[in-house]
Structure formats: C-alpha cells, structure tokens
C-alpha cells in the first residue's frame, strides 16, 4: 500500500531553509532585554551576590562586627543548613538544565519547518509564508508586555515563599526588616528569572500547541525513530520538562525528608507548608502549559492520522480479500496467488504492527513520570508518620 495516500492532497513541503526564515532567525531575540539575558547567561554572579547578601547579618554576627538581630531571630541559619545548601543546588540545577534546552530552540523550529514535517491545511496558501508568519508570532509572544504578569507574580511567590520559611523566627516587625533588608533582594531576583524562564516555556509550549492550527504533521509509520519521525519534538517538550523536575524534585524531597527526619528541618510545619506551595504555585503549573499541553496536541494530530491510516489500509485490504474470494470462486488460480501475494505484502504495513502514536519513546516518558510521584509521596507521608 502506497503510504502517500495518507498525505493530503496538494502538501507541500519545506526541503530547505527560505530566505524569510534566515533572515528571522538572524534577528531573533529570545529575550527582551540584555538585563533577562544576563540572568542566564551570568547566573553564576546572581546567585553568588545574593548569597552573599543574604548571609551578612549571620557573618557579621559571627565576626562579632555588629549584632543587627537576636540569636533567636538569626537561628534560621544554624537550623536550616541543609536548606541553604539545597535551594542553592536546585537553583544551579534549573538554571543549567534551562540553558542546556534554549540552546536547542533554533534548532527544533528550523527542523521543524525545514525537513518535511509540515504541509499547509489549506493548499491553496504558501507554506514559507505561513511558517515565516508563525515564528513571527512566537516571537512577537516572546516579547509581549503579558510577560510581566507571569514575572509579577513569581515575583511575589518567591517573596511569599521565603516569608514562610523565616515566620518561625522573629516577630512581625523584624522578620519584615530582616526581609526586605537581606532577602528581598535576592528573592526578587530569582522570582524574576524565574518569571522570564516560565514565560518563555509556556510561550513554547503554545507554539507548538498552536501549530496544528495551521498545519498538519507528515507522519511516518516507518520512520526509524519510532516516532513517526517526530521524535526531535518529543526531545524538545522532555528537555522543557528538565527544568520543572529539578524544582519538582527539590521541593518533594525536602517535605519528604521533612516527614522522615523531623530534625531535618526542625519539625517546621512551615517548611512543608513552603515546600507544598512552591510545587502548587511553581511546578505544577509550569508542567501542565509547557509539557503536557504541547504533547498532549500533538499526540492527538497523530492519533487522527493513525485512524486515517486504519481506515485506508482497512478498505484497501478488503479490497484484496474480495478480489480473492472472487477470483478463487471463479478458479482463477494464477490471479489469486498474485493476490495473495498482495496481501501477504500489505500486512507488513498493517497499523497495528507499531504505527507511532506518541512523538516520543516510551521509556523516556517513564522516567519523567516517575519523579512525578515524589510531590504525591511528600504529601502522604506525614499521614502514615505522625
């Protein structure tokens, strides 16, 4: 069986890069300033200079330069030094694991529109220019002034978060000066990156959710990637998920630890409540638009081409079968064996030997969902425990 009459009709697709699509990528800008970019690109001095911010009042205490605070209230260092640590490694890890998956960006969207993968459901329209126009867009979403809202508020989650780490020390005027004097700076430096890395994944994610508006994926059954040829997608929405498993991880570890070694963190049930609220506000969100969403639409797109691909192989096979039952009635037998020759040959391509229907391997999903089940395992703990 002929595989192009899966195809739509009149597809056209890209064979190489257009001049259009050069000369966007030549001016793309991922970022919307030089300030987001350096974040990223210099991480290492943001964190080191807010680290070093928000260990002052404890090593001029130390250093007996000035008692600014009272032992109790700088107790949250001697207590928590495990945490220190571990917000520092898990910041380090999100940081990387992002960076290591903007820099495949380029090349996914190039590949994308670049190796067939692509054809124009309208066939009438030009498919250079619907693509130039769809990468226009992404990057009009990427510097959208709505990118301040998502900035916004994990600007303020960060602050929330750390305010609720810091509650059990001080009373309500010191912890507030303790705050805005020493943490503030740093918490609102990370809720802010934070925020730019959060806007652009979901800003990714929905572009390639939005792609099948437009366009409909060239699936191929035989492709040696398993995945109908698709896998670089599934690649790229499992490098997005990266980031999230590192805060996802951070945060389910510690309110496990919490639930098993109390002495961990001191039994402060704020500290649960910090490490839940960062995977409610942070993660979980964050996995729902930019992981599941994408792969979510275009598992779909591929399951709507598996059926069109049954519903072909189908009435082609019975096709044969009734012209071998016709010709065996009537004893032509030298056409019945062409015929059954046929059909032995278009078994090979029958759907339900491995037609992909996941742009992704199975194995790799399983080991994304697996660190799924620690928030859940944070959370029953206590349950059993206490």
């Known amino acids: 069986m002929d595989e192009s009459l899966l195809q739509p009709k009149n597809a056209v697709t890209l064979t190489s890069p257009s001049v259009a699509q050069a000369e966007f990528w030549q001016s793309f800008h991922m970022f919307a300033s030089p300030f987001d970019e350096s974040g990223f690109k210099y991480w290492y001095v943001y964190i080191f200079g807010s680290y070093i911010l928000f260990f002052i009042p404890y090593i001029l205490q130390a250093t007996g330069v000035a008692q600014l605070f009272t032992k109790r209230e700088l107790a949250f260092y001697n207590e928590n030094p495990w ?15 992002f960076n290591l998956w903007r820099s ?9 529109g670049t190796k067939q993968h692509i054809c124009l459901k309208d066939e009438h329209g030009e498919l250079d220019k619907e693509y130039r126009a769809f990468l ?48 503030a700076p740093g918490a609102l430096v990370l809720g802010y990156f934070v925020g730019v890395s959060f806007w652009i994944m979901i800003v990714s994610g929905n572009r390639l959710r939005a792609l099948n508006l437009k366009f409909t ?6 492709h040696p990637d398993n995945c109908g040829g698709l896998r670089f997608l599934g690649n790229f929405c499992f490098g ?4 999230i498993l590192a805060g996802v991880t951070f945060f389910a570890l510690y309110g496990i630890g919490g639930a098993i070694a109390p002495a961990l963190i001191h039994d402060q049930q704020t500290v649960r409540i910090g490490a839940g609220l960062g995977l409610i506000a942070l993660d979980v969100p964050l996995a729902i638009f930019s992981f599941f969403f994408p792969l979510w639409y275009i598992h779909r797109e591929m399951v709507m081409r598996k059926e069109a691909y049954e519903d072909t192989f189908g009435d082609y096979f019975s096709q044969l ?15 019945a064996k062409i015929l059954k020759e046929k059909i032995e040959m278009a078994e090979v391509l029958d759907p339900g030997k491995g037609y992909p229907s996941w742009p992704f391997d199975r194995r790799i999903l399983v080991i994304y969902l697996l660190p799924q089940l620690l928030p859940l395992l944070s959370l029953l703990l206590p349950l059993f425990i206490h």
């Open 136 to 183: 226009d867009e992404y990057q009009a979403d990427l510097l959208s002034s709505r990118r301040y809202v998502a900035i916004a508020v994990l600007m303020g989650v960060c602050l929330l978060l750390f305010w609720v780490l810091l509650s059990p020390y001080a009373s309500f005027s010191t912890r507030l000066s303790f705050l805005l004097l020493f943490v």
């Open 217 to 222: 994926l060239n699936i191929e059954p035989s």
């Open 104 to 112: 495949s960006i380029r090349k996914t969207f190039e590949k994308l």
């Open 83 to 97: 945490l220190n640590i571990i917000i520092g490694i898990a910041v380090v890890l999100i940081v990387l694991t």
């Open 240 to 243: 997005m998920a990266l980031p």
């Open 321 to 335: 079968e009734k012209k071998l039952w016709a010709a065996l009635t009537q004893n032509h037998l030298e056409e």
